[in-house]
Structures are given as structure tokens and as C-alpha cells.
């Protein structure tokens, strides 16, 4: 199994950018939940939004309201779209994977390598 993760860059604050993140290899993908998290330097990963199988989402309140998370199962793809990009919001981000919505980053069976997001002017 295989998630891989796509889409950052550099943006200005403001900007928008939107994540991809592809499984290959995941039997019945659209029986699993599939989360965001993220990392800035010298912080813990934390959990960004998830979607499960149901297409119930859930949100970190630092993010409600700018960022959407969607997924096409057809492509076996979650997206990130992340819209008033703030500085704070530098970090690499991580997709994740499990057949079932988890509260710890540990218990998530699979990852994606990360990609890198930077806001900045």
C-alpha cells in the first residue's frame, strides 16, 4: 500500500492550494477513513481533517471554514483544499489511512511521504 501525497508549495498569505493525496494498493478504498495531518518544524504532527467512508468530516477549529476535505473514490483520491492560507499553516502535510476514523496519529495504519506547505510573502 502506497499514499502518496501532492500538491504543496509556496504560497502568499491569502493564496490557496489544493492537496492530493493517492492510494495504490488499498483494497476497497472507499471503505476507509482517510485523514490530514500536518508538522512545523519543532511541533507535534496534529490531525488537520478527516474523512471516513460515509463522507463525514471533521475539522481543527484553526482550520474550519478555509479548508475542505474531499474524496473521489472512483480515483482513489482524498483532497485538501486549503483557501486564506495563513503562515501558521506552514508545515508539511501527511495523509493517512485506516478502516477505521482514529483519534491518534499512531494508530493510523497507513502514511503518505508528506508534502510541503509554505506560507509566506
Known amino acids: 500500500v502506497q499514499l502518496q501525497a501532492s500538491g504543496g508549495g509556496l504560497v502568499q498569505p491569502g493564496g490557496s492550494l489544493r492537496l492530493s493525496c493517492v492510494a495504490e494498493?488499498?483494497?476497497?478504498?472507499?471503505?476507509?477513513?482517510i485523514a490530514w495531518y500536518r508538522q512545523a518544524p519543532g511541533k507535534e504532527r496534529e490531525v488537520v481533517s478527516c474523512?471516513?467512508?460515509?463522507?463525514?468530516?471533521h475539522y481543527i477549529d484553526s482550520v474550519k471554514g478555509r479548508f475542505a476535505i474531499s474524496r473521489v473514490n472512483a480515483r482513489n483520491t482524498v483532497y485538501l483544499q486549503m483557501n486564506s492560507l495563513k503562515p501558521e499553516d506552514t508545515a508539511v502535510y501527511y495523509c493517512?489511512?485506516?478502516?477505521?476514523?482514529?483519534?491518534?496519529?499512531?494508530?493510523?495504519?497507513?502514511w503518505g511521504q508528506g508534502t510541503l506547505v509554505t506560507v509566506s510573502s
Open positions: 493517512a489511512a485506516d478502516q477505521y476514523w482514529r483519534s491518534s496519529a499512531t494508530q493510523w495504519a497507513y
Open positions: 494498493g488499498l483494497q476497497n478504498y472507499d471503505y476507509y477513513a
Open positions: 474523512i471516513n467512508n460515509a463522507d463525514a468530516t
